[in-house]
């Protein structure tokens, strides 16, 4: 299955853009007639046949439309402090979307060593992997927002801050309960700081150990993301 994707689909007929029609028939060499598929992000998923074949406006024919295509039952949300290394990020961004993931907020915290980041070049990579995956909703990147904004909000979901610390012990696996919503926080190459920490077990969150062994900023995230996903299987 070849998947396209597009904000806004809103007749029959539809019409790639330059780039994706040049896709479509350079790259994957389809032709009139052939079945590809088109995703708005908000879980529509489009069987179309490929009208005409045009390097430039390639057209599709919509045949039908599923409705909440691989809609879940549960939500992820992770709060991650960016890395140092954006591609690190970018390589999150990329298999948490592959794997399932419903919002990321990159989080600016007291060690944090990137406070910056430039959301339309994460959102190209968001949109890619959520097209190689061929998933029908597209995951939220939210603005970058302070630590204590964030713990500050108001969350209909379980709450979880990930720190490395022999005081927390209590894993993830073992408090998540299936089929329920989560936010998790992931701190930055430097951690959370114990004020950090002890902010947002005042405001709800539960603090978890991801194992005994020391990973990365965007390991740890990633783990979070695929160990919610598993309980729920």
């Known amino acids: 299955m070849h998947l396209f994707y597009s904000l806004d689909i809103s007749s029959d007929i539809y019409v790639l853009s330059a780039e994706e029609s040049r896709h479509c028939i350079k790259v994957l060499r389809l032709k009139s007639g052939d079945v590809v598929h088109l995703s708005d992000g908000k879980g529509n998923l489009y069987k179309t046949k490929i009208k005409d074949v045009d390097v430039k406006k390639c057209s599709l024919e919509i045949l039908e439309v599923t409705n909440e295509y691989g809609k879940k039952d549960y939500k992820i949300h992770i709060a991650v402090a960016p890395t140092k290394n954006i591609n690190r990020f970018e390589w999150f961004l990329e298999k948490a979307t592959e794997i ?3 919002q990321i907020t990159p989080l600016i915290c007291e060690h944090s060593e ?12 968001i949109i890619a992997a959520m097209k ?10 939210n603005p970058p927002q302070s630590f204590a904004n964030f713990i500050d909000q108001k969350f209909d ?12 012990r209590n894993n993830l696996k ?3 309960k299936k089929q329920k919503d989560a936010v998790i926080m992931i701190g930055p190459e430097g951690d959370f700081s114990n004020q950090e920490v002890g902010m947002a077990i005042q405001s709800g969150f ?9 990973l990365r900023t965007e390991t740890a995230a990633l783990v979070t993301c695929h160990t919610i996903n598993l309980i729920n299987l």
């Open 206 to 214: 539960k603090p978890i150990s991801l194992g005994p062994a020391r």
């Open 157 to 168: 979901s379980e709450r979880y801050i990930a720190y490395s610390s022999k005081n927390y």
């Open 114 to 125: 990137r406070r910056i980041i430039k959301p339309e070049r994460l959102n190209r990579v």
């Open 132 to 141: 190689q995956s061929l998933k029908a909703y597209l995951p939220m990147l």
């Open 174 to 176: 073992d408090l998540y």
């Open 100 to 102: 399932g993931i419903d």
